[in-house]
């Protein structure tokens, strides 16, 4: 029997608690420590999942028996984290957004090649049904060419969401809604249209819940020559509506949306599917979670000693995005990517 990937918890909160049901519907992963500075949340998670409790992190990543160590912690610790992670020979999977800033991203990649280790990085809608089959339309060239692209996240943070945990109203911790919500949707955008050549944003905070931004739209421009759209808000009254993706090409028309990017809304092409392209459901209502397929990517990844099918690069690609989105914001200009090559 293969032996398992054991997988320790940073951060016993939220998405932690997905993590950790998404490693028990894995068969060949087992949750075997888990991390937290609250005794409560801590004590919580390993008595419910029986993994070991560890309340200082560095005697964590002294336990030879970890494999991966998934950071869930408040976004701008993430780096940090990952950073001494990598260090101790450890395999990194690190929640979006995998840094706050292009150096910290860079110091996290850096350190996981040093020490030959595999950084992952959780954009799990990578993995739901329709976005899938939407990126085989893409691969296959179904859409001719592709004129422009929509990436709309109209969502509702309200008051008790920044009450409940306060590093998620601080920008150096979790950011605005470019970096908090819409990099899933972002990270879309970019996977399917290929790379961003400049960008033009504004961003403003309105409702003063957040110290980030709580809205944020832009225009992109991409290598391919198509364009496209960023609208992202967590600001919509009284509740989130949708988060989309929209892209329209001369030979096709592809919508997904529901209020998490997960249902066929438009599927047009000029040419018939492939057979077999389609699953049981498109639209994900069977089958495994976009986090367990995540998850199960990143063990199979360090197992067969491979990239995951988000690493560290890839998970870079909508960060650098927003960070320029904000700039522009800023200077009330264009700004053109890669960030940092003019002055290289
Ligand atoms: N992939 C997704 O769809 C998704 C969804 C929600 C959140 N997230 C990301 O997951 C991360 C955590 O979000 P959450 O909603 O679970 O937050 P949370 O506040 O529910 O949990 C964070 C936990 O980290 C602990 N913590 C804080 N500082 C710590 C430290 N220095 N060392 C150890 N533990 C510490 C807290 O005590 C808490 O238990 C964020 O980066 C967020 O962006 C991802």
């Excluded at 160590?69 to 957004?97: D, F, Q, W, Y």
């Excluded at 329709?130 to 085989?136: C, P, Q, S, T, V």
């Excluded at 020559?225 to 329209?248: D, H, K, M, N």
């Excluded at 392209?277 to 197992?303: F, H, K, T, Y």
Aim: aromatic share 6%; hydrophobic share 45%; with cysteine.
């Amino acid at each position: 029997m293969l032996k398992k990937i054991k997988f320790a918890l940073t951060g016993c909160g939220n998405m932690a608690a997905k993590h950790a049901e998404a490693i028990a519907a894995l068969p060949d992963c087992e949750l075997a420590a888990v991390y937290d500075i609250d005794q409560a949340p801590l004590q919580q998670f390993a008595g419910k999942y029986g993994a070991r409790a560890y309340a200082d992190y560095l005697l964590l990543l002294e336990d030879p028996d970890l494999d991966v160590i998934s950071i869930c912690t408040p976004s701008g610790l993430h780096a940090s984290m990952g950073v001494a992670a990598a260090r101790a020979g450890k395999n990194v999977l690190v929640e979006k957004p995998m840094a706050l800033s292009l150096d910290d991203a860079d110091r996290l990649i850096e350190a996981c090649e040093k020490a030959a280790v595999t950084l992952g990085v959780v954009h799990q809608n990578r993995f739901k049904p329709a976005i899938l089959r939407l990126n085989r339309a893409m691969e296959e060239g179904r859409f001719g060419k592709v004129m422009h692209a929509n990436a709309t996240v109209r969502w509702n943070r309200n008051k008790d969401y920044y009450e409940q945990k306060t590093w998620r109203r601080l920008k150096d911790m979790g950011g605005g809604v470019l970096l908090n919500q819409a990099i899933h949707n972002i990270d879309l955008l970019q996977w399917m249209m290929g790379r961003v050549v400049s960008v033009f944003g504004y961003t403003a905070a309105n409702l003063g819940l957040t110290e980030g931004e709580d809205v944020g739209v832009a225009v992109l421009r991409f290598a391919g020559g198509g364009l496209g759209i960023v609208e992202a808000s967590s600001a919509v009254y009284p509740r989130s509506l949708e988060e989309t993706i929209s892209i329209f090409g001369e030979k096709g028309t592809v919508i997904i949306g529901g209020t998490s990017v997960g249902e066929v809304k438009v599927w047009k092409f000029n040419s018939p599917e492939k057979e077999g392209v389609l699953g049981p459901d498109v639209n994900g209502r069977s089958g495994e979670s976009p986090l367990v397929c995540c998850i199960g990517d990143m063990a199979q990844a360090v197992r067969a000693q491979r990239k995951p099918k988000v690493d560290g690069r890839e998970g870079r690609k909508a960060l650098e995005i927003i960070l320029a989105i904000q700039q522009s914001s800023v200077t009330g200009k264009e700004v053109v990517l890669p960030l940092g090559a003019a002055e290289n």
